[in-house]
Nanobody, 128 residues
């Protein structure tokens, strides 16, 4: 079992920045670098949507069009942590942000069904 714990959410004004972190651990946790990692978000009354994903060694990153150029995903495999730097935040970025991990080899998915492990989520609220 893999446990993922997000942190760094909060309330910020439009145009501001936040940095989310997600730490991984677990009794059967192997090596962090064997997991593709991603961030998803879910706003009230909406379906969960893909935000960003990063390959196992961090060489490849993928972003939703809505956040491209504003958000940056990164990872530190020595610290078992993935980050989401969010700049130029907009009110429409308000959502619960979830960290997810995928152990399937080679794949870096953009669909929630491709990720087996999820964190509990952290609230991000952007005021106008």
């Amino acid at each position: 079992q893999v446990q993922l714990v997000e942190s760094g959410g909060g309330l910020v004004q439009a145009g501001g920045s936040l940095r989310l972190s997600c730490g991984a651990s677990g009794r059967t946790f192997s090596t962090f670098s064997s997991y593709a990692m991603a961030w998803f978000r879910q706003a009230p009354g909406k379906e969960r949507e893909f935000v960003a994903a990063i390959s196992r060694r961090g060489f490849s990153t993928y972003y939703a069009d809505s956040v491209k150029g504003r958000f940056t995903i990164s990872r530190d495999n020595d610290l078992n942590t993935v980050y989401l730097q969010m700049n130029s935040l907009k009110p429409e970025d308000t959502a619960v942000y979830y960290c997810a991990a995928d152990a399937a080899p080679l794949r870096v998915g953009v669909r929630s069904m491709e990720y087996a492990y999820w964190g509990q989520g952290t609230q991000v609220t952007v005021s106008s």
